[in-house]
C-alpha cells in the first residue's frame, strides 16, 4: 500500500485518536503529542502486516498516553497552584451529546485524577469509548482479569465522586448567560441568584500569572471574587461565551485573538455549582482565535 494510504487512515482516525488522548490526559498539548508520535510511527512502520491500522493506532496512542500519565504524577505535585485539565473548546455536536460533554467537563477529569494511570486508561477505555477487556489487556500489557479488576475498581471509586450535569443544555445556557450579564453590570444581587450556594471556583494560573491559590467557596464570595476580576480587566480585552469543555462558558481574548482567560462553568440544578478559571498562559495556547 502506498504512503498516501497511510496518510488516508491517519486523517480518518486523528480525530478520534485526539478524543481519547486528551481524555487520558487532561492536556491538550500532551494529547497532541502522544497521537503524533503514533502517527509518525506508523507512518514509519508502513501498513504491511498491520491488519486494523485504527485499532493499531488506538493502541500505541493509548501507550503513550500511559507513559506521559505515569511521568506527570512527578510534575503535578511540585505545580504551583491548584492544577486544572486544560480548556477544551468543543463544537454543539459535543455539547448536545450529554455524555460526551459530561467525559470532557473539568470535574469528571479532575475525579479521573484521583486515579492511578493504569485505572484511568482502563476505566476510560473500556467505559467511556467501549473498549474490550482483550483490547485493555494488550495496551496494558495485563491480564484480561486484571483488566476487569482494574476496571471495575475504578469505576467504583469514578462513580462515588461523578458529578451530575443538568440534562437541559439550553437550562444550562441560559443560567451562565445571566451569569455573564449580571457581572457585567456589577449587580451583586443577580449573581447570587444564578449561583448556588455552596458553588466553588478553584484558578489555576501555574505560578506564572495571578490567581487564587485555594478554592473560593460560598455564593457570596465568589460573586465578590468575579466583581473584583472585572474591574482589573483591560479595556481592550473582550469577553466572550464560548463551549468550554462540553459546556458554555467564558474566554477573556486579547485584541490578537490570544485568550488571557478561560473559564469552565457547570450548571446543577439550575444554577452554577462550579466554577474552573485557566490562567497559566501555557494551558491557554491553542486556544487562539
Not at 501498513?47 to 500505541?60: F, K, S, T, Y
Not at 476510560?124 to 500489557?141: N, R, S
Not at 473560593?216 to 471574587?225: I, L
Request: proline share 4%.
Amino acid at each position: 500500500m502506498t504512503a498516501q494510504s497511510v496518510a488516508e487512515v491517519v486523517a480518518a482516525v486523528r480525530p478520534q485518536l485526539h478524543a481519547v488522548a486528551y481524555r487520558l490526559l487532561g492536556s491538550v498539548a500532551d494529547a497532541e503529542d502522544a497521537v503524533q508520535e503514533a502517527c509518525l510511527q506508523l507512518e514509519q512502520h508502513g501498513l504491511d502486516g498491520i491488519d486494523n491500522p485504527e485499532a493499531w493506532l488506538m493502541r500505541v496512542t493509548s501507550r503513550r498516553a500511559l507513559d506521559r500519565l505515569r511521568s506527570a504524577q512527578a510534575r503535578r505535585e511540585q505545580y504551583v497552584g491548584p492544577w486544572l485539565p486544560e480548556p477544551l473548546l468543543v463544537s454543539d455536536d459535543v455539547a448536545d451529546d450529554i455524555e460526551q460533554a459530561e467525559s470532557v467537563s473539568m470535574a469528571f477529569l479532575l475525579v479521573l485524577e484521583s486515579l492511578s494511570p493504569a485505572e484511568r486508561v482502563a476505566f476510560v477505555m473500556h467505559d467511556v469509548f467501549g473498549y474490550g477487556y482483550d483490547d485493555l489487556a494488550v495496551i496494558l500489557d495485563r491480564s484480561e482479569q486484571s483488566c476487569r479488576q482494574l476496571v471495575s475498581r475504578a469505576r467504583k471509586s469514578v462513580q462515588a465522586r461523578r458529578p451530575r450535569f443538568d440534562a437541559d443544555r439550553r437550562q444550562r445556557d441560559e443560567v451562565v448567560e445571566r451569569f455573564l450579564e449580571a457581572c457585567l453590570s456589577g449587580d451583586v444581587d443577580r449573581l447570587l441568584e444564578v449561583l448556588a450556594p455552596d458553588v466553588v471556583l478553584q484558578s489555576d494560573g501555574g505560578g506564572v500569572v495571578s490567581a487564587a491559590r485555594r478554592p473560593v467557596e460560598g455564593a457570596e464570595h465568589v460573586a465578590r471574587f468575579f466583581l473584583g476580576i472585572l474591574k482589573q480587566v483591560p479595556p481592550d480585552l473582550s469577553v466572550e461565551l464560548e463551549r468550554v469543555n462540553g459546556t458554555l462558558g467564558i474566554v477573556g481574548r486579547r485584541p490578537d485573538g490570544t485568550a488571557d482567560t478561560a473559564f469552565a462553568i457547570e450548571v446543577r440544578d439550575g444554577r452554577i455549582g462550579a466554577i474552573y478559571g485557566l490562567r497559566n498562559p501555557e494551558k491557554l495556547a491553542h486556544l487562539k482565535a
